[in-house]
């Protein structure tokens, strides 16, 4: 069973440090040209 709640604390944690570094890059070093949502076919 500690392995089933490691797995999700892993996780977790995984999830939580993308969005920390994606928040860090909105807030100290904001870029429009790389906060583009959609890709735009042309």
């Known amino acids: 069973m500690w392995i089933y709640y490691s797995a999700i604390l892993t996780g977790a944690v995984l999830m939580l440090l993308r ?3 994606k928040l ?19």
């Open 19 to 21: 969005y920390v570094i």
């Open 24 to 42: 860090y890059h909105l807030v100290f070093r904001f870029d429009p040209a790389t906060m583009v949502i959609a890709v735009l076919d042309h």
